[in-house]
T-cell receptor
């Protein structure tokens, strides 16, 4: 079983719709979870991170975490063509740099296309 | 603005030569820096973790004599690809993390990446 799994897509949604991106992880000891957006040929940029079970909202983005199910998702409301990119889920064993626990494991990413 | 600067953004070199990539943290002291490699349509794979003033910790399967990492200061880490070959062509990305309690310790900030092409 891969450490971090994502549906590779491509996921195609119309402009204005909700895009739902999913991620599962294998290490139950993981404590922090990150969603990155990566445009083609560019470096990843952080969208948001989440530590606690439940939802965390930031603008049009909502991250959802369920540690019991080892599942984290990202919802993008009112999707825009500019949201078209690859979305990477990353999992970390620690919550900060203390204790040398910081080591991100990335999924392969889901390619999202938002059609005008 | 960018808090981590990576240079160069793109480099082409001949097979057998060495290439150095720099990663600088601009706004904070990066006690830990990470080097990743990403092949087309693949995810980021961690190559090594470096802590200022100490030897880098390499991931399994990464040749430490081929990928030399130096983290000589709290704001600069370098990756040197020695005796590069076409199969080393990839997108190399660094990220930097501050010390615990510094306010820069919960999120590693990524550089812009370096596209290496070995011909």
């Amino acid at each position: 079983q891969k450490e971090v799994e994502q549906n590779s897509g491509p996921l195609s949604v119309p402009e204005g719709a909700i895009a739902s991106l999913n991620c599962t992880y294998s290490d139950r000891g993981s404590q922090s979870f990150f969603w990155y957006r990566q445009y083609s040929g560019k470096s990843p940029e952080l969208i948001m991170f989440i530590y606690s079970n439940g939802d965390k909202e930031d603008g049009r983005f909502t991250a959802q975490l369920n540690k019991a199910s080892q599942y984290v998702s990202l919802l993008i409301r009112d999707s825009q063509p500019s949201d078209s990119a690859t979305y990477l889920c990353a999992v970390n064993k620690g919550r900060d740099s203390g204790g040398s626990n910081y080591k991100l494991t990335f999924g392969k990413g889901t390619l999202l296309t938002v059609n005008p | 603005g960018a808090v981590v600067s990576q240079h160069p953004s793109r480099v082409i070199c001949k097979s057998g030569t060495s290439v150095k990539i720099e990663c600088r943290s601009l706004d904070f002291q990066a006690t830990t820096m990470f080097w990743y490699r990403q092949f087309p349509k693949q995810s980021l794979m961690l190559m090594a973790t470096s802590n200022e003033g100490s030897k880098a910790t390499y991931e399994q399967g990464v040749e430490k004599d081929k990928f030399l990492i130096n983290h000589a200061s709290l704001t600069l880490s370098t990756l040197t690809v020695t005796s590069a070959h076409p199969e080393d062509s990839s997108f190399y990305i660094c990220s930097a993390l501050g010390d615990k309690g510094s306010g820069w310790d919960t999120e590693a900030f990524f550089g812009q990446g370096t596209r290496l092409t070995v011909v």
